[in-house]
């Protein structure tokens, strides 16, 4: 029962003591101080706050980084290619509806297993890399155990790292309860698996990456208003067993910052070169600049490599300037990765 509702069902109960239940009262019994029905009626009454979808949220351009911009829609050899603004109104609204709900916000993190590898499911399937993964295809390596919380202590799923949630509380010294913001559903899982942010953060920032159309936003919030700083193309993540792999759709929280992303040599631990100024949002996806590879070290800006198709190991390759303008003004604990495709 809502809370009109039992406002409705209080005054007729104030009504039905106020009049009595004797029909027999005489002529002046159909006379009812109203009163108390008066001063309960001025009663406020708390205001459900609606849920908002793309269609409340307003975009507006204010581009802060102009180079290499983007058009709405722009050919792609044959084709055209589009931002998709729909989507990314939708994910934004997503964000602003868990930002009005409140509460302490806390990020999944287990970046190279350093938090311990996650247990092996039940029923898991191994992918194309040969790597164990659960019915929603998140792979148990880098992954966050998310168990029921039902006591049972049943492995349900796994979660990325970088997703963000929604910190509950704690069912025990060791189990620490979540609620899903990059994903539906309330889960269990041991502490050391959760950054926790509390309850003053604010996310005002948004980096948008479409897998699609090889292309990147930046937003941030000002007012009622969401201001579009950047239109970029972009080369995410192809899915090319057994080293590289695609970026992964979703919601997910900008956790560390390196100025040079040193990589290495597949198959190898040797290192092959540097990301410029690179920003990790899950695993080892980070959004950064053209890569450097050894022996030459020198920035390179641009590659015509750029928002025609995937061909990263799961990062974001932008031009290095762009990157750069990322890098400085995606503050972590308040930049949000919205990847669509």
Same mark, same amino acid.
């Given at each position: 029962?809502?809370?009109?509702?039992? *406002?409705?069902?209080?005054?007729? #109960?104030? =009504? *039905?003591?106020?009049?009595?239940?004797?029909?027999?009262?005489?002529?002046?019994?159909?006379?009812?101080?109203?009163?108390?029905?008066?001063?309960?009626?001025?009663?406020?009454?708390?205001?459900?706050?609606?849920?908002?979808?793309?269609?409340?949220?307003?975009?507006?351009?204010?581009?802060?980084?102009?180079?290499?911009?983007?058009?709405?829609?722009?050919?792609?050899? /044959?084709?055209?290619?589009?931002?998709?603004?729909?989507?990314?109104?939708?994910?934004?609204? @997503?964000?602003?509806?868990?930002?009005?709900?409140?509460?302490?916000?806390?990020?999944?993190?287990?970046?190279?297993?350093?938090?311990?590898?996650?247990?092996?499911?039940?029923?898991?399937?191994?992918?194309?890399?040969?790597?164990?993964?659960?019915?929603?295809?998140?792979?148990?390596?880098?992954?966050?155990?998310?168990?029921?919380?039902?006591?049972?202590?049943?492995?349900?799923?796994?979660?990325? /790292?970088?997703?963000?949630?929604?910190?509950?509380?704690?069912?025990?010294?060791? #189990?620490?309860?979540?609620?899903?913001?990059?994903?539906?559903?309330?889960?269990?899982?041991?502490?050391? !698996?959760?950054?926790?942010?509390?309850?003053?953060?604010?996310?005002?920032?948004?980096?948008?990456? /479409?897998?699609?159309?090889?292309?990147?936003?930046?937003?941030?919030?000002?007012?009622?208003?969401?201001?579009?700083?950047?239109?970029?193309?972009?080369?995410?993540?192809?899915?090319?067993?057994? @080293?590289?792999?695609?970026?992964?759709?979703?919601?997910?929280?900008?956790?560390?910052?390196?100025?040079?992303?040193?990589?290495?040599?597949?198959?190898?631990?040797?290192?092959?070169?540097?990301?410029? !100024?690179?920003?990790? *949002?899950?695993?080892?996806?980070?959004?950064?600049?053209?890569?450097?590879?050894?022996?030459?070290?020198?920035?390179?800006?641009?590659?015509?490599?750029?928002? =025609?198709?995937?061909?990263?190991?799961?990062?974001?390759?932008?031009?290095?300037?762009?990157?750069?303008?990322? !890098?400085?003004?995606?503050?972590?604990?308040?930049?949000?990765?919205?990847?669509?495709?």
């Amino acid at each position: 029962m809502n809370t009109r509702h039992l *406002f409705t069902l209080f005054i007729s #109960m104030v =009504t *039905f003591f106020q009049t009595g239940c004797n029909p027999g009262r005489g002529a002046d019994s159909n006379s009812v101080d109203t009163t108390a029905v008066k001063e309960v009626s001025t009663i406020a009454l708390p205001e459900e706050r609606r849920v908002l979808t793309e269609d409340d949220i307003s975009l507006k351009k204010a581009l802060q980084y102009t180079q290499y911009t983007l058009d709405d829609q722009y050919p792609y050899q /044959d084709t055209v290619r589009h931002f998709q603004w729909g989507k990314i109104k939708a994910g934004i609204a @997503h964000l602003e509806n868990a930002v009005a709900e409140g509460g302490n916000w806390g990020v999944l993190s287990n970046y190279r297993n350093l938090n311990r590898e996650a247990p092996t499911i039940e029923d898991f399937v191994r992918n194309d890399y040969g790597r164990v993964s659960d019915q929603y295809g998140v792979e148990r390596y880098q992954s966050v155990p998310l168990f029921s919380t039902h006591g049972d202590t049943t492995l349900v799923r796994y979660g990325r /790292d970088g997703w963000l949630v929604k910190v509950l509380g704690s069912d025990t010294t060791e #189990m620490i309860r979540i609620a899903g913001v990059s994903l539906e559903g309330e889960y269990l899982l041991p502490k050391r !698996y959760l950054i926790s942010w509390g309850d003053s953060i604010r996310f005002n920032k948004v980096i948008a990456v /479409d897998v699609t159309n090889q292309n990147i936003a930046t937003l941030e919030k000002s007012g009622d208003e969401w201001h579009i700083l950047s239109m970029n193309p972009a080369t995410t993540g192809l899915h090319k067993p057994p @080293h590289a792999h695609e970026t992964p759709t979703g919601f997910f929280a900008i956790q560390e910052k390196k100025e040079k992303m040193y990589y290495v040599k597949d198959g190898t631990s040797v290192i092959a070169g540097y990301a410029p !100024y690179a920003s990790r *949002f899950t695993n080892g996806a980070y959004v950064h600049g053209v890569p450097v590879q050894y022996p030459n070290e020198k920035i390179i800006e641009y590659s015509s490599s750029l928002g =025609t198709t995937p061909r990263s190991h799961m990062c974001v390759r932008n031009a290095s300037s762009h990157a750069k303008f990322v !890098y400085d003004w995606g503050a972590i604990g308040q930049t949000i990765v919205i990847v669509i495709d």
